[in-house]
């Protein structure tokens, strides 16, 4: 496969571990996945000198399918709030946490290498007092090639929301580190809301943005999913960052094992070995012919029956056509109820996969 773009996907996911999971198994067709408010959960405790319960060892969302980004905690109260998942398939690109560069829980600023060219990506969360803001106003940072700055930037202004009619003076820095990035505001192709409220009185608004090189003719705008939020308040946003032409091996064709495609490619090779003519082999130009003609044959068998498949660091995912089901059924309704089904349809499944999985490898042993 030849990518010519790569796809980047970025959402405030409200420290929801389901959510992370969820846009995990689903976004296989995108290429990067940038998060903000990543959820941090304790994992099991560990032997501690100084605590006799042990101390508690704290870790987010991984998946085999993604490699993650994510700045290594100070200190108990130094865990990152902004994390960058790339799909394992673009692994060729070299990317990188570039924290010698920016060293901050808010920010993590991502490079990439394409047509021996570094480039980077910029993901940045902001909390109410914009602490991530002024650590860039105060950090003399000259990068070059920064393709996209994106994230939750918590600031409301007529710039980017109609629906607001002041200038807040903290945009102007932002606009001011926006342009020594040579970024500009990206303008949405479906102009709407980016974070919903569920506060009586207060209104939705437009809080998380893109910024995009703008010396680029190629970039274009960006779009926000508004279908796709599930249960964050803030809505997901997308965009196609156009890259140097790249092969990239994405898939691959396989056949499982006793499945009805396997038993069409035995039975397609054995009838047309039973018709091959080999009864004047009697040279070994006709040898060769021969054994070219059996190659052919199982060539055409495996192309007419092997099924095309993502590759990946597992064959078989835990999210089955039942949690697929149930989150449809969520996105269209949008309700809390069923919302509560989803997870627990999650929950099941997922224990069941995994009882599945520690009683295969017990078989083994």
């Not at 060293?103 to 600023?109: F, Q, V």
């Not at 580190?177 to 009586?200: E, G, K």
């Not at 599930?230 to 965009?239: G, R, V």
């Not at 060539?299 to 449809?328: G, R, V």
């Amino acid at each position: 496969m030849i990518t010519k773009k790569l796809k980047i996907f970025l959402q405030n996911v409200c420290k929801n571990s389901l959510n992370v999971n969820i846009l995990l198994e689903t976004l296989a067709h995108f290429d990067i996945i940038l998060i903000q408010e990543l959820p941090w959960s304790e994992i099991h405790k560990i032997p501690s000198t100084s605590c006799c319960e042990g101390k508690s060892l704290m870790c987010t969302s991984h998946h085999p399918n993604w490699i993650s980004f994510a700045r290594i905690p100070l200190d108990d109260k130094d865990f990152p709030r902004i994390i960058a998942y790339i799909n394992i398939c673009l692994s060729s690109l070299c990317f990188l946490l570039c924290k010698d560069i920016i060293d901050h829980r808010d920010i993590s600023l991502i490079s990439f290498f394409n047509n021996n060219i570094c480039y980077y990506i910029l993901n940045i969360y902001f909390d109410s007092s914009h602490t991530a803001l002024k650590y860039l106003k105060d950090t003399e940072v000259n990068i070059n090639n920064m393709v996209l700055m994106t994230g939750n930037f918590n600031i409301r202004d007529s710039l980017w929301d109609l629906s607001f009619p002041f200038h807040s003076p903290i945009s102007d820095n932002l606009i001011i580190i926006a342009d020594s990035f040579d970024l500009a505001l990206s303008t949405p192709t479906n102009p709407c809301p980016t974070r919903y409220s569920d506060t009586a009185g207060k209104f939705n608004s437009v809080i998380d943005l893109i910024f995009l090189h703008y010396r680029s003719s190629e970039l274009d705008h960006h779009t926000i999913l508004s279908e796709s939020r599930l249960s964050s308040d803030h809505t997901p946003l997308s965009i196609d960052i156009p890259i140097f032409e790249k092969i990239i091996q994405t898939s691959k064709l396989t056949l499982a094992p006793k499945s009805d495609h396997e038993i069409a490619f035995i039975k397609d090779i054995i009838s047309n070995f039973k018709i091959l003519n080999m009864s004047n082999i009697e040279d070994i130009s006709k040898l060769e012919q021969v054994v070219n003609q059996l190659r052919t044959i199982v060539d055409q068998a495996w192309m007419k029956n092997a099924k095309k498949s993502k590759i990946s660091k597992h064959s078989k995912q835990w999210l089955s056509e039942e949690c697929k089901w149930s989150l449809d059924n969520y996105r269209s309704s949008k309700s809390l109820e069923n919302w509560k089904k989803f997870k627990k349809t999650v929950k099941d499944v997922k224990r069941s996969f995994f009882d599945d999985k520690i009683q295969e490898i017990t078989n083994k042993s």
